[in-house]
């Protein structure tokens, strides 16, 4: 199976877009709230995908366990550990991002070491829809690809006068978006930050010192109150979700002083510990953010204030005010050296580079935490300047 392995700098991220489970086996009962749902073998289905080279991709897969003690076989003694071997089940599986002209599949079970069989028995624009077997353990899936999808290799970040510059060596001819900006989020985002030196009474008279922040991660990373102590901030910017979603606003924090809106909805609360509320956002819709917290001691308070959806990816919340800045579009050619100059490129800033060839497409670093594209220190005051 991996014998055409090669190192791949940017692996493609493949999406399960639709599984249908035959014959659907209940694992536990919910009690019919959408907090506490009916759990089925469906919902414990693991797909991992590797890529091993720009067409081929090694992909185990299972249904994960929860109750380990359960004797599917009850003929059988309960000593016998084969008592409890889950029966294997179908399930129609689609898998998007991927090219679907004449791909090859083949199945393989490593504990019976032997083939077993995939089928398409659909297709789409970018897509696959796969009837295979699925049981506890895991088996494979590989699928080798007519053509590589896209690629970017010898990836290069190197600090210059006027900013930063990249170099990389794309695998296909086609056009490429540069975006750039403070890791993790790696774009532009500008949030106006107000500070009061006290921490009563604050709020009807006028700030005595304001600032612009990228983001509300401030973690080892200069804190939230540097006036403290008797202090407080307010935060505020607009946010613009990309998907009509119920969206989740998540704190990690030392201190509960503090109050977060949406808008006018109030999501947190100063005394409250529920650090985790959702609020259903529309696309493309700017919404008003304002975050405030105060502080009675001496020393840094610190605070990240995540979002993320059901196609949203977890990250600091980020504003759209700055949203048409830090961005490039290059086109590129196969097999040419990509040499591009970026001005005004921060120590701590990341870069991520998006590129599609055809009905697949890809982007590195894949994942916005990875520190490959940053330029250290990747830790530092989130202030601009």
């Not at 007519?146 to 006027?162: D, E, H, N, V």
């Amino acid at each position: 199976m991996f014998k055409d392995s090669v190192n791949i700098e940017s692996p493609r991220k493949l999406k399960v877009t639709e599984l249908i489970e035959y014959k659907p086996r209940l694992v536990f009962q919910g009690d019919g709230t959408t907090k506490h749902p009916n759990v089925y073998h469906r919902d414990n289905f693991v797909l991992l995908p590797y890529q091993i080279n720009e067409s081929k991709f090694v992909i185990p897969y299972y249904v994960m366990t929860q109750d380990m003690t359960f004797q599917w076989d009850k003929t059988k003694d309960i000593a016998d550990p084969t008592a409890y071997d889950m029966p294997p089940q179908i399930y129609d599986i689609t898998i998007a991002n991927i090219n679907s002209v004449n791909p090859v599949l083949s199945g393989y079970d490593p504990i019976k070491n032997i083939n077993i069989p995939v089928t398409v028995i659909g297709s789409g624009p970018g897509s696959l829809k796969i009837r295979l077997e699925a049981t506890d353990y895991p088996r494979f899936l590989i699928i080798e690809e007519t053509s590589p999808g896209p690629q970017i290799s010898g990836f290069t970040l190197r600090k210059t006068p006027a900013g930063g510059n990249i170099s990389f060596v794309p695998n296909f001819t086609g056009d490429m978006q540069i975006r750039w900006g403070r890791y993790p989020i790696r774009r532009a985002s500008k949030f106006k930050r107000e500070f009061w030196d006290r921490d009563v009474k604050w709020d009807n008279i006028p700030p005595v010192a304001v600032d612009y922040i990228d983001t509300i991660d401030f973690f080892d990373r200069g804190g939230l109150h540097p006036m403290s102590p008797k202090s407080a901030v307010r935060i505020t910017g607009k946010i613009k979700p990309k998907y009509t979603e119920v969206y989740s606003f998540e704190m990690n924090s030392n201190t509960n002083r503090v109050n977060l809106w949406i808008g006018t909805t109030q999501l947190f609360t100063t005394g409250s510990y529920d650090w985790n509320q959702t609020i259903l956002l529309q696309a493309g819709t700017e919404y008003d953010l304002r975050f405030e917290c105060t502080s009675p001691y001496a020393g840094t308070d610190a605070v990240t204030l995540f979002w993320y959806s059901a196609n949203q990816e977890k990250e600091p919340v980020c504003s759209s005010e700055s949203e048409t800045e830090n961005i490039a579009n290059l086109s590129v050619t196969n097999n040419q050296a990509v040499s591009y100059d970026i001005p005004g490129l921060r120590d701590g800033d990341g870069v991520q580079l998006s590129f599609t060839n055809g009905l697949v497409s890809n982007k590195f670093p894949q994942w916005n935490y990875d520190f490959k594209g940053v330029l250290p220190p990747i830790y530092m005051d989130h202030t601009n300047g």
